[in-house]
């Protein structure tokens, strides 16, 4: 009895013994079953009933809890407090200076690189190099080369169509090299009529126009700032792609196509809209919703008019709807080129109370100064008054005046305001530009700030972002932290290349805004103390 009060003792003060205990509970049951079998005799029965003792049924075993880490005693709080931090020193502001410039427009005839009247030059391209007359590069800043190529052709020459010598395409390379160190731009069209008097019918066969083109183009891809645009040509009196039997849509299609296939970024025009819907392969009906994607290489495909303002359809121009077919062209002279030649002096849509409207809508950018010279005549004889316009600054002046000044674009500077701290380490430039002409800048140019000292020399300059014709002109943080102490005049220079100042844009202000020297505009002064 000792023995289970023992046990029992045991089995109450934990569960840690269950095990233990059962396993000597058991032990004890089978010796005392044992015990009672030897007093009952040896012959199997019982000799009397021997009452069990009771056994609590042991609890179920649990597992044990897993055992937790140990917490990390509290690290005792350094009494010493961190340091303050030091305040970070506030950039300085910039202050604003408005600058106080002439702002006026002027009315002066300003030549901008591609756009404006144009000058024809007759170029004859033979086997054994190509001609022209020299003299005629002088003032202008716009020409149109018009490049007689029948002597490749067997309906002129008689004996069979050929390509285009060595010797013929460096001929017309030197007059491209002409025009650059000039700083002119041309028009390029190319015509099997000879020498441009009004011919038909001589034209190569299609393969052999397709060869021509692909030829000349690896000469324009070189003078991309030169070129303002190519006119397709090629068919028909004067290269205008009417009345010869090659003045078919599929000729044309494939023309066209070769030009813009084997040029790289210059404008590609043809004579009508109904030549641009049949290369896009749409309708009439299609043109008040279609719009020539970007990435497109139609996107450079335009139109040339040599019939404007003649009548109603412009000599048969417009064959569907001229409202309708001036909005579908005009999405694509918003960038690129739009001209040619006024025609029918009694014509009343040159009136200058009239024209103006289609000329802003549409984006005219150049027109011949020689045809038609009865018309150039009635511009030059017609004032700009109220009824042709709003702009009060040309009131007075001739009608010629106006659309020469206009066509293309025109910008004006309106407002300029530097921002700059008295440690006159950076600068911001803030500049209004607007643009009064016809059209649009068609071509990006390389922007660069000029800071020009007391002296008149350039002490620093800094290149920009491109210019591409924007409002809202602003350069950040331009660094003038190396400018010695003294007085300063700020230009911008817009030009045509990477490097110098060729194809430089001016601004249409008064010339004392103008730098000859350095082709560049005035924007603003500084005067830096160190």
């Known amino acids: 009895m000792f023995m289970k009060n023992v046990l029992f003792s045991k089995i109450h003060k934990g569960k840690y013994c269950i095990a233990v205990l059962l396993a000597v509970v058991l032990l004890l049951a089978s010796v005392c079953s044992f015990g009672c079998e030897r007093a009952g005799g040896d012959n199997g ?15 179920e075993p649990t597992d044990p809890e897993e055992p937790t880490d ?74 149109h080369l018009r490049v007689d190529i029948g002597a490749f052709s067997k309906a002129v020459n008689g004996t069979a169509d050929k390509e285009f010598t060595a010797a013929a395409l460096s001929g017309l390379e030197n007059i491209f090299k002409t025009l650059a160190e000039k700083e002119k731009n041309a028009i390029f069209r190319m015509a099997y009529d000879t ?70 970024v210059l404008p590609v025009l043809v004579r009508t809209p109904q ?19 970007p990435t497109s290489k139609a996107y450079r495909l335009g ?25 579908f062209v005009a999405k694509q002279t918003a960038h690129l080129p739009y001209g040619g030649e006024v025609v029918v002096p009694d014509s009343t849509l040159h009136d200058i109370d009239v024209c103006l409207p289609e000329m802003f809508a549409i984006h005219l950018s150049y027109l011949n100064i020689q045809w038609n010279d009865s018309v150039i005549d009635k511009w030059k004889k017609t004032k700009y008054t109220a009824a042709s316009g709003n702009d009060a600054l040309y009131y007075g002046q001739s009608a010629f005046a106006y659309i020469q ?26 500049l209004q530009v607007d643009n009064v002409g016809f059209g649009n800048l068609l071509k990006s140019k390389h922007a660069a700030l000029l800071f020009v000292n007391a002296s008149g020399k350039i002490a620093a ?20 932290s190396k400018l010695a102490a003294g007085e300063y005049r700020v230009y911008l220079r817009l030009s045509g290349e990477a490097s110098g100042s060729a194809y430089a844009v001016r601004f249409a202000g008064v010339s004392e805004n103008w730098h000859s020297s350095f082709k560049s505009n005035l924007i603003g002064k500084i005067t830096v103390t160190r």
């Not at 029965?45 to 609890?59: A, D, F, K, L, R």
């Not at 005839?109 to 007359?133: K, R």
């Not at 003045?247 to 084997?262: G, Q």
């Open 70 to 143: 140990p917490e990390e005693p509290e690290k005792p709080i350094d009494p010493t407090p961190d340091p303050p931090e030091e305040p970070k020193p506030e950039e300085p502001v910039k202050e604003l200076h408005v600058q106080t410039l002439n702002y006026a427009e002027t009315t002066d005839e300003i030549a901008n690189p591609d756009q404006g009247f144009y000058t024809p030059i007759p170029v004859t391209m033979t086997e054994s190099g190509a001609t022209y007359s020299s003299w005629v590069i002088g003032a202008p800043q716009l020409y």
């Open 461 to 480: 300059t800094k290149k920009a972002n491109m210019y591409t014709g924007e409002q809202n002109v602003n350069y950040t943080n331009v660094d003038i």
């Open 303 to 327: 139109m040339y008019n040599d019939g404007y303002l003649g009548s109603d359809t412009d000599l048969g121009t417009y064959a569907y709807n001229r409202e309708k077919e001036v909005a």
């Open 195 to 264: 020498k441009f008097e009004g011919n038909k019918d001589k034209e190569a066969s299609e393969k052999t126009m397709c060869r021509h083109i692909e030829q000349i183009s690896a000469v324009l891809n070189k003078y991309e700032t030169v070129l303002t645009a190519v006119e397709v040509g090629m068919v028909g009196p004067w290269g205008e792609m009417h009345t010869s039997v090659a003045a078919n849509p599929e000729t044309i299609k494939k023309l066209t196509d070769a030009y813009l296939s084997n040029t790289n």
């Open 405 to 430: 000044n206009h066509m293309g674009y025109r910008f004006v500077l309106r407002k300029s305001t530097l921002a700059y701290t008295t440690a006159y380490d950076k600068m911001d430039i803030s």
């Open 45 to 59: 029965t019982s000799g009397g009933t021997v009452e069990q003792p009771e056994i609590p049924t042991p609890e």
């Open 275 to 293: 030549m641009i819907y049949d290369y896009l392969g749409i309708t009439t009906q299609d043109i008040d919703t279609y719009t020539i994607a």
